[in-house]
């Protein structure tokens, strides 16, 4: 096994201070909505434990995931994340090139087999041979099976590894496919979104260093401490929704006083992230409350869910197409279905000036809670 | 299978050693470059090859033209929204949708926020390690780079002191003997020049530029809710302004518009005290890098134009980027640029892994056909899923090749300094004039590789510059009490023409030209083509064998150490290459898809 120095030693290496490591801790420990003294444990685990060898590839995609992990943002993380894990392989920001950098990632995996973690932003064509995405002559799949088959466990970044993304969209051309489904039985994690958030990726690398393990997985393979609730839930504008109180239209009064979007097509009721709680690029927003709905971006197949001004009522596929493979879909639709009925009731509470909560509205929020 | 022809100046020659460069890292996608070189290793044939292909074109036919800008914005996280921006563009100009003026400038406050981040993070980033070595700058003497810093510079982080803690961290991590991302790196290379003390003099600016990025896009944040990726609208921006009224904290108000402030000036002041004066510092220690790689920058230039002065005003008088065309070398002529003219812009797909029909050989992006098929050509060593070498003169890319009036051009801020400096723009001129004057050269040494690199400065500078012109554009609307910033009256789909509509949306992206052409029929997209900067830079060679930006530009080149192809990488970063815009194209016919499946082997 690599000598591999600790994470703490390569913070004094690399000119961190004590003070400025515990600040990172408890600033983490918060991130991840971990207990009161967790971050002593964050700070014990990051002192003795090695760090974490991890390599990054990337297939199809649009490095909208890379970027958004050099933006995060708290103080120490560019600097100190990007440093805290042994990043031996990164081709959108390594030095070497060519052969020099496939001998890199061949020497980290035989240097460190069973031990790194394999990152993989974009996905795989499955068509055209393979093809579709070249790497020093070969098909793209050939880099990922040899990372795959030796890591200690894959993380796809965003949703292009975690569910396919847009070149996977309808009629998908190239065959893009997803991580799960070519390597189903490889201890893995999922961080959707269009790119996941920056602090939500490296405190997803935080948690597995500090604890030694794969966080809390929802059923979907999501970290249920990031992907646990809806976005409508967190929504500092929900209290519009649920007084019945919606833009209308574009730039209208109700736009310039920060209205709920739910009428403007907002898929916040449907989509499971953290963006109205740590909000993006160091907390400074997100898309609604800069005006514009949610798009869904985490969510499986959220391109192909009509348009994205279309009201969550008129998602497609409704009630058919309910077999195993498509049962996420069909759950949202029923979550999107629920919702309707509850902004509807929303909305008529709000015409009859605030009377009792009615009987639709309770069904439509225990409907809520069954999803 | 050797070969030799002459073309654009050059003659290019496929014997001697052949050098392959896959992957070349620090970019944006995957692209490879085979190059073949003389006794003297100077090369004399150069290979461009796209390697990826995504079909986001195809995904979008039949789709809401209102949900396009989503779609095309994926195209690349790198320039994240400046294919939205291209592309709303396009949908307006199909349904004659008329955007406000506040609409207007809070899409160029986006569009220049992000060509100065765009252009902040390739220049440290992903060109700054081309040239300048880590490990050197580890044994930089602190007073010695805090008197140069000093020279060149205001910028406060010059103490001795400063660049002894950079120095000490740099060290250590050396010493630790796990470089990281600095990993076989070509540290030592003779190519390198810098003196130690540069050395660490820019390394220190290349940690703080990494700090400083991730603030820079706070801009896009605040308009657009996130960046990468942020939120666009057909008919002007979602974001809405509320300086005074009921519910201003919950959307853009004096806060959010002070916020922006302090990080336009910021950006001024990095602009002018770090990134310029490191740009000209470079150019002195690398002068012959100024007479390197200048390819098709001396031959022939393209630039749409961008960053419409006036709202909804598309004409050379409005855009504060200019559009034009230079060809055969004539700077003194600048040549009109119509991208609805069906003979100005064509592709063609001869050396690329493409059908065409019967007896096309090129075709307007309105009329783009498409059908990928991967065929690499009798002359390739290796196989079909293993190259060792490709064949170029059968077809070799997933990039087509894009020509302006026949000819191969180069597009990039080099390329709209050009246009803008033979079009004698006063601002262009003024700034290009005291670049090369501080240099004490013409200001033909920006056609190089250097060139780029410092073209791509000047513009960063001038984006600041212009984030505050129209930042105060926007303060002195909302005094006027203009706040609107979005036209609805075409928003539902029930008020557009029946039958085919046409629009195309241009802008000018950081590594160049943008260009997105869409058909709009019965209120759904019909079809959609975008041809994008390192298209037109990467493309492979033409019909009649003319040269892409890259190859051109490397002919002639010098390597001092062929195994380590530090010379390739200083040419080809330079362009920036982003290639997951380059080689998304497809179009409306995806039936011609191939569907053999990958054998997994696993």
Not at chain 1, 136 to 151: C, I, Q, S
Not at chain 2, 398 to 403: F, H, I, S
Request: glycine share 10%; hydrophobic share 40%.
């Amino acid at each position: 096994m690599a000598h591999l120095e600790t994470t703490a030693e390569m913070l004094r290496n690399r000119g961190i201070s004590r003070r400025d490591f515990l600040k990172f801790c408890a600033i983490t420990s918060v991130a991840l909505g971990l207990g009161p003294g967790s971050d002593m444990v964050m700070a014990q685990a990051l002192s003795t434990k090695p760090r974490l060898p991890v390599l990054w590839i990337n297939g199809l995609s649009c490095s909208c995931c890379t970027e958004s992990f050099l933006r995060t943002a708290h103080p120490l993380a560019t600097d100190i994340i990007l440093s805290m894990i042994a990043l031996d392989y990164q081709d959108t920001i390594m030095a070497a090139a060519g052969e020099q950098a496939t001998a890199a990632y061949d020497e980290a995996i035989s240097k460190y087999k069973g031990q790194y973690i394999l990152a993989v932003e974009g996905n795989t064509p499955m068509n055209g041979q393979g093809m579709y995405c070249i790497d020093g002559g070969r098909p793209f799949l050939d880099k990922l099976t040899r990372g795959v088959e030796n890591a200690r466990a894959v993380v796809a970044w965003g949703t292009c590894a975690s569910w396919g993304c847009v070149q996977a969209a309808n009629p998908n051309p190239t065959g893009a496919t997803p991580l799960h489904k070519l390597f189903p039985n490889k201890p893995q994690l999922k961080v959707p979104g269009c790119p996941a958030i920056p602090e939500v990726m490296s405190a997803i690398l935080a948690y597995i260093i500090t604890y030694d393990r794969l966080p809390a997985l929802d059923s979907q393979g999501r970290p249920a401490m990031f992907y646990g609730k809806r976005v409508h839930d967190q929504c500092y504008r929900r209290a519009h929704f649920d007084a019945g109180e919606f833009v209308e239209c574009w730039d209208d009064e109700g736009a310039r006083s920060g209205l709920c979007l739910y009428k403007m097509g907002c898929k916040g009721p449907t989509t499971y992230n953290a963006c109205p709680s740590t909000r993006w690029n160091n907390g400074v927003s997100f898309p609604i409350q800069s005006g514009h709905g949610c798009i869904g971006c985490a969510e499986q197949n959220f391109w192909d869910q009509g348009s994205f001004y279309d009201r969550i009522t008129t998602i497609p596929h409704f009630g058919t197409n309910a077999t195993a493979e498509t049962v996420g879909v069909a759950a949202v639709a029923a979550v999107a279905a629920g919702v309707a009925v509850h902004g509807v009731a929303s909305m008529v509470r709000h015409a009859r000036g605030s009377a009792p909560e009615t009987g639709a509205a309770s069904a439509a929020d225990n409907n809520d809670s069954n999803n | 299978m050797a070969y030799e022809y002459t073309t654009q100046g050059y003659t290019v020659i496929d014997a001697g050693r052949r050098v392959v460069v896959d992957p070349v890292t620090r970019i944006e996608g995957h692209l490879r470059c085979e190059v073949n070189l003389n006794e003297q290793n100077v090369i004399t044939n150069a290979v461009s090859c796209g390697t990826i292909f995504r079909g986001i074109e195809i995904i979008l036919k039949g789709r809401d033209p209102r949900d396009a800008w989503a779609f095309v914005e994926r195209i690349c996280g790198v320039c994240t929204g400046t294919h939205a921006v291209a592309s709303v563009q396009a949908v307006e100009d199909a349904l004659g949708i008329e955007i406000p003026d506040n609409a207007n400038i809070i899409r160029n406050m986006m569009q220049l926020c992000l060509m100065y981040h765009d252009h902040l993070v390739h220049t440290y980033h992903l060109a700054g390690l081309d040239w300048v070595d880590v490990v050197s700058a580890s044994r930089g003497d602190p007073e010695a780079a805090s008197a140069l810093a000093r020279k060149l510079s205001p910028w406060p982080n010059s103490s001795p002191g400063y660049f002894k803690s950079v120095r000490d961290r740099l060290l250590k991590v050396i010493e630790s003997g796990n470089l990281g991302i600095f990993t076989n790196g070509y540290w030592g290379h003779p190519a390198y020049k810098l003196p130690p003390e540069a050395n660490l003099m820019v390394v220190a600016h290349y940690l703080e530029a990494l700090d400083f990025q991730k603030d820079v896009i706070h801009i896009h944040t605040i308009f657009g809710g996130k960046n990468p990726h942020p939120n666009w609208l057909v008919g002007g921006v979602p974001c809405s302004l509320n300086l005074d009224a009921y519910g201003a904290a919950d959307v853009i108000n004096q806060e959010r518009l002070e916020y922006i402030l302090q990080v336009i000036e910021r950006c001024r002041v990095f602009a002018q005290q770090v990134v310029l004066p490191d740009t000209l510092a470079l150019a002195g220690f690398y002068r012959d890098w100024l007479g390197i790689g200048g390819g098709l920058s001396r031959l022939s230039v393209l630039a749409y134009g961008g960053i419409p002065d006036m709202a909804n005003d598309f004409s050379d008088k409005s855009l504060l980027l200019p559009r034009g065309a230079v060809i055969n070398g004539n700077f003194e002529e600048v040549l009109p640029v119509n991208l609805t003219n069906l003979d100005e812009i064509q592709e063609s797909v001869n050396h690329s892994w493409y059908d065409y029909p019967q007896g096309k050989v090129g075709l307007h992006p309105f009329d783009g056909v498409t059908a990928p098929n991967y065929q690499p050509g009798s002359g390739i060593k290796g196989t079909p899923t293993d190259l060792k070498q490709v064949d170029e003169q059968a077809r070799y890319s997933w990039l087509k090749t894009p020509l302006w009036r026949g000819h191969q051009m180069e597009v990039g801020p080099l390329a709209r300094m050009l246009v803008g400096y033979a079009r004698k723009d006063d601002v262009i001129k003024g700034m290009v004039d005291d670049f090369c004057g501080r240099l004490n050269a013409p200001f033909t040494v920006l056609q190089s590789t250097l060139g780029r690199i410092a073209a791509r400065s000047l513009e960063l500078a001038w984006a600041a510059e212009k984030l505050r012109y129209f930042y105060d554009r926007l303060v002195i609307n909302l005094k006027n009490g203009n706040t609107s910033t979005a036209n609805t009256q075409n928003w539902n789909p029930d008020s557009w023409p029946e039958g085919e509509v046409r629009g195309v949306g241009f802008t000018e992206a950081p590594r160049g030209a943008l260009g997105h052409w869409t058909v709009i029929r019965n209120r759904k997209i019909e079809r959609y083509q975008c041809i994008v900067p390192t298209t037109w830079n990467a493309a492979p060679r033409a019909p009649d064998g003319q040269l892409g930006a890259y190859e051109a530009a490397l002919m002639g080149t010098r390597m001092d150490i062929p195994e380590q192809p530090l010379e390739i990488l200083r040419t080809l970063h330079s362009f920036d290459p982003c290639l997951a815009c380059a080689t998304h194209i497809i179009g409306p016919d995806g039936s011609d898809l191939l569907t053999v499946r990958v054998d997994r082997g696993f």
